[in-house]
Nanobody, 120 residues
Framework: QVQLVESGGGLVQAGGSLRLSCAAS????????MGWYRQAPGKQRELVAT???????NYADSVKGRFTISRDNAKNAVYLQMNNLKSEDTAVYYC??????????????WGQGTQVTVSS
């Protein structure tokens, strides 16, 4: 079993910054892809930023130029630096990982979510 533990959410004023962290633990052969999604009240969960299985990054258009995703492979961790936050960034942010858990098996995992609230 793999667990994703997130941290770093909170309340910040518009224009401020936050840094989210997510670390994966458990039986991990490799992490194929890892990143961040968010879900605002009454809306569907959406991609924010992610590392693909090929190592490239994808960002939602709404966060390009403001958010930066980074990773520490040795720690099985991914981070999200969020700058110039806007009220529309308010949401629960979820870490997601596509993990190879055996020689031929892979599973997808979600973290418990961390609340980010941006006050205007």
């Amino acid at each position: 079993q793999v667990q994703l533990v997130e941290s770093g959410g909170g309340l910040v004023q518009a224009g401020g910054s936050l840094r989210l962290s997510c670390a994966a633990s458990g039986i991990i052969f490799a992490i194929n892809a890892m990143g961040w999604y968010r879900q605002a009240p009454g809306k569907q969960r959406e991609l924010v930023a992610t590392f693909t299985s090929g190592g490239s990054t994808n960002y939602a258009d709404s966060v390009k130029g403001r958010f930066t995703i980074s990773r520490d492979n040795a720690k099985n961790a991914v981070y999200l630096q969020m700058n110039n936050l806007k009220s529309e960034d308010t949401a629960v942010y979820y870490c997601n990982a596509d993990v190879r858990v055996g020689f031929t098996s892979r599973q997808n995992y979600w973290g418990q979510g961390t609340q980010v609230t941006v006050s205007s």
